[in-house]
């Protein structure tokens, strides 16, 4: 027993002395094994402090409320639309401060209201709350932090973050922008909400009660939920039970707990789906470290051949030398996971720094949260990766055999012809695969597509080592023509070892090939849509909230029709219908008017807006009626006169007869609602269904320049809305597909600078493996100057060969993915953004350059003497 103890201490002596003789090439693959891992802990951490944050924000907003009153809703928006929320009736509050357990009952009284500093701005971050003042410790978090509560009609208190960015003070004139328009009052106070910090996140203004039914809500009868607080001793399902005893119809009682899980759950399926978007960046960050680890010991093994046969020789057995070289991983892991964990708590901050960023607002991010699955996930994903990366070169170590101790060199590699043959076959069948994929449409095309491109990249990463010493000849061609003796061995070394050129460039590859990807993608998303708008945007102009939540006021629409030029002034609700069991999404307003807006045509015997009832059966004039875009229709087999049941979100049944099927292609009408619904009827289930936009025509010869002065002045009371016309419209539409690409390419960036470290340790080692060769070009008179641009050239060689392969590859996919997704996303047309993808390129040859300055230092700097000695 004592002799395996034995073995194991000196097993374990040999992996620590191995980590220490080779720390400093180590150090870089225990860096990649950092990024990786950060990039895991970070995200875990930034959601988890997410999580936790808006747990304490709604645990605010819940506060002291046991039971919440709210009109009945017969479905969710699950489209992401802003459907206002139906009164609950001023009857339902007396009822309920009634009903048995019931301590305190108030109606809360809510809508859009906005501070407008001294420079005309909107004040704080989005929503712009407006309230009724009501303070109570039991059903309110609100604390006067100066001044006094609102009394007067013309008197407000803001909350203190707001008054902070406005600099109005106590008995400063503020004006506030509603839904009807801007007023001015006097602030009267400054209250703070909450505890959990929320109210930095929050933009309140409180107005009195009286004030605030006039300016906030739609009919004055009514409030917008009423918050319940129990008797003590009385249970939250026990309070709702009572509640709901006495409501009137179209109210309903839900517990606090319940409504404040409902409030919170959008945030929370929004966290979760950042949550795995960031994963899936970090697993490939991850894959791309591997690749760094794995050619640093498959290089330190090659160095170490004849250490590696002693060991063989004086009693080693292979699975101990296996061991120690895994061992040495180990080490590199578990030191590069904890490392990560360190670096993931600041990647966490720069995270919530990068979201607030593209959200244009401060998220709610307090003290970082390191939950228990970051820790697991760290050392779970890093010290596996590690070893699987480590595993192939151990196994190489162990096969070295001890007579390998008296040769001067390790065996030269092995042939690349099965290589070839096995690159080749993977490839031709990935290209197969996407072609057939080009040739379908719908879900098996992006299958086929999506597994064709995995193919031909695995089958490029296998023949990678065949292309690479040709590729390295033509792309250092320039260097060894132009660049002298240093030109001319630097375009040698990278084509010495194909096997090593080809492995150190594949992270590189990896990145950019994904970069290429999105690149290509993103381009003819926004060519595309830039397309689709110039054909089919039929508005000169569009009035819009500043954001997607801010209602657009009808009072604001009688302003703008009545400015000289304006032909027509279009007002446009989003809609949500239950139909067939499944809610879709609709537009609605006067169907005759939209139909004339969007230039909708109806072919023969497709009916239309004009039809009147019972003509050949196809119209029935206002009322549950439905016109339907062709590609509805045919998904769903409706024809004009098919009745469809349905149901309004107050829960109403109705029988929808579709009276007119419009064409709604891509060559036709680009732009054209999936269906419209009459307003009226509509309305008269959803009553306070907010204008989403407005979309202006101006007369033919108007002139643009006095006619968009007109719009602003008439627009001036409402400083929340935004006027754009048809440039600024696909501007902005442009905008936002750059927003992702850009965000995206800040992701898939750290897999760029994984790749440019991989570079860094590759010379590195390369610079150790060569030492004699180093000392002996000094000692027959090369310079130090270019002995550095000789390794320089060889990492341009090696970097832009990476790119190149990568960005080539991307090409392909994202030329084929675009091809696949063309019927489905509308990504009509391909465009390649040539420029920025030589942009890369260049970028890739600058990181080459940076990565070679390190070891091209430390190979100067060799004293000739010495290296010309090593073995």
Same mark, same amino acid.
């Given at each position: ?132 003042? !009501? ?32 600099? #109005? ?244 590699? =092995?042939? @690349?012809?099965?290589?070839?043959? &096995? ?22 095309? /992006?299958?086929?597509? %999506? ?53 150190? *460039? ?9 970069? &290429? ?23 000169? #102009? ?69 039809? =009147? ?12 009626? /439905?016109?339907? %875009? ?17 149901? !309004? ?32 009827? #509509? ?91 180093? %000392? ?10 270019? @002995?550095?641009?000789?390794?320089? #050239? ?39 953004? !040539?420029?920025? @993808? ?12 940076? *990565? ?20």
């Amino acid at each position: 027993m004592r002799r395996p103890r034995g073995r194991g201490a000196v097993l374990f002596r040999l992996v620590l002395r191995g980590l220490a003789a080779h720390r400093a090439r180590l150090a870089l693959s225990a860096g990649a094994v950092v990024v990786g891992v950060a990039f895991v802990a970070g995200t875990l951490i930034f959601t988890a402090t997410l999580d936790r944050s808006f747990d304490h924000a709604f645990a605010d907003l819940g506060h002291g409320t046991d039971t919440v009153v709210r009109a009945t809703k017969a479905f969710d928006d699950e489209f992401g639309g802003r459907e206002a929320e139906r009164p609950v009736p001023a009857s339902a509050l007396k009822a309920v401060q009634g009903a048995e357990g019931v301590a305190k009952a108030h109606g809360v009284v809510s809508g859009f209201a906005a501070v407008v500093d001294r420079r005309g701005r909107i004040v704080g971050p989005e929503p712009q709350t407006g309230v009724d003042w !009501y303070e109570d410790r039991d059903l309110s978090r609100t604390r006067l932090v100066s001044g006094t509560a609102p009394t007067a009609a013309d008197e407000i208190a803001i909350d203190d973050g707001s008054a902070k960015e406005s600099g #109005y003070r106590i008995g400063d004139r503020v004006t506030v922008v509603t839904r009807a328009g801007t007023r001015t009052f006097r602030l009267a106070g400054v209250f703070r909400f909450g505890v959990s910090g929320v109210g930095s996140s929050v933009a309140m203004t409180a107005f009195t009660p009286a004030t605030a039914h006039r300016l906030l809500m739609e009919r004055p009868d009514g409030y917008a939920r009423i918050d319940v607080h129990a008797a003590p001793g009385v249970s939250q399902e026990r309070l709702r039970a009572a509640v709901a005893s006495v409501l009137p119809p179209g109210a309903e009682a839900v517990t606090g707990q319940r409504a404040t899980a409902e409030q919170a759950e959008p945030l929370k399926d929004l966290i979760s789906a950042m949550r795995k978007m960031l994963l899936a960046f970090a697993l490939i960050s991850v894959f791309v470290g591997s690749f760094i680890i794995f050619n640093t010991f498959a290089m330190l093994v090659a160095q170490r051949t004849r250490e590696l046969a002693l060991l063989r020789a004086v009693g080693a057995s292979r699975a101990q030398v296996t061991r120690s070289v895994l061992g040495e991983a180990a080490g590199v892991a578990v030191a590069g996971s904890t490392l990560g964990i360190a670096a993931g708590l600041g990647l966490a901050l720069g995270l919530a720094r990068l979201m607030s960023l593209v959200a244009g607002e401060a998220l709610p991010f307090g003290t970082p949260v390191v939950p228990g699955a970051a820790l697991l996930a760290s050392y779970g994903v890093g010290i596996p990766v590690t070893l699987a990366a480590a595993y192939v070169p151990a196994r190489r170590a162990a096969r070295i055999p001890p007579v390998a101790a008296l040769r001067d060199a390790a065996a030269t590699g =092995r042939p @690349l012809r099965a290589r070839a043959v &096995a690159g080749a076959v993977l490839a031709v069948a990935g290209l197969m695969a996407m072609g057939a994929g080009m040739l379908n449409d719908g879900k098996t095309a /992006l299958v086929l597509s %999506g597994g064709g491109a995995a193919a031909f990249f695995v089958g490029v990463t296998v023949a990678s080592p065949v292309i690479s010493r040709p590729a390295a000849g033509l792309l250092g061609w320039p260097f060894a023509r132009f660049g002298g003796a240093a030109g001319r061995m630097g375009r040698r070394n990278a084509q010495r070892d194909p096997r090593q050129t080809a492995a150190t *460039a594949s992270a590189l590859t990896i990145g950019l090939a994904l970069i &290429a990807t999105v690149s290509v993608l993103t381009q003819s998303m926004s060519v595309s849509v830039d397309r689709q708008l110039e054909k089919g945007l039929t508005a000169d #102009y569009r009035i819009t909230g500043r954001s997607r939540i801010v209602p657009v006021s009808p009072e604001a629409l009688a302003a703008v029709a009545r400015v000289p030029g304006v032909r027509t002034a279009v007002p446009i609700r989003d809609a949500r219908l239950r139909l067939n069991g499944e809610v879709r999404p609709a537009m609605t307003g006067t169907p005759n008017q939209l139909a004339a807006h969007f230039h909708l045509s109806f072919p023969p015997g497709n009916g239309g807006p004009g039809q =009147r009832p019972g003509e050949s059966g196809r119209g029935q004039g206002p009322g549950d009626v /439905l016109l339907v %875009g062709r590609s509805v229709a045919s998904a769903h087999g409706w024809t004009v006169g098919s009745r469809v049941p349905g149901e !309004y979100q107050d829960g109403a049944k109705a029988t929808f007869r579709v009276v007119g099927v419009y064409d709604d292609g891509k060559a036709t009408a680009p732009t054209a609602p999936p269906m419209i619904v009459d307003d009226v009827a #509509y309305r008269r289930h959803v009553p306070d269904s907010q204008l989403d936009r407005i979309e202006l025509t101006v007369a033919p010869g108007t002139d643009a320049g006095a006619a968009r002065r007109s719009l602003e002045a008439a627009l001036a009371p409402w400083p929340n809305l935004r006027l754009e016309d048809r440039a600024e419209i696909k501007a902005g539409a442009a905008k936002d597909i750059d927003l992702f690409l850009q965000l995206v390419l800040a992701l898939l960036v750290l897999s760029v600078l994984i790749a440019a470290l991989g570079i860094v340790n590759t010379l590195a080692l390369a610079v150790v493996q060569r030492t004699r060769e180093i %000392g002996l070009l000094r000692a027959v008179g090369m310079q130090r100057s270019q @002995l550095r641009r000789m390794i320089r #050239y060889e990492a341009v060689v090696i970097s832009v060969y990476g790119a190149v392969l990568g960005i080539g590859t991307g090409l392909v996919f994202g030329v084929v993915l675009q091809r696949a997704m063309a019927g489905e996303a509308g990504m009509d047309a391909l465009a390649v953004p !040539y420029g920025r @993808l030589l942009l890369y390129v260049a970028f890739a040859a600058l990181i080459g350059v940076l *990565a070679a300055v390190w070891p091209a230092r430390r190979a100067a700097r060799m004293e000739v003497l010495h290296a010309i000695t090593t073995e």
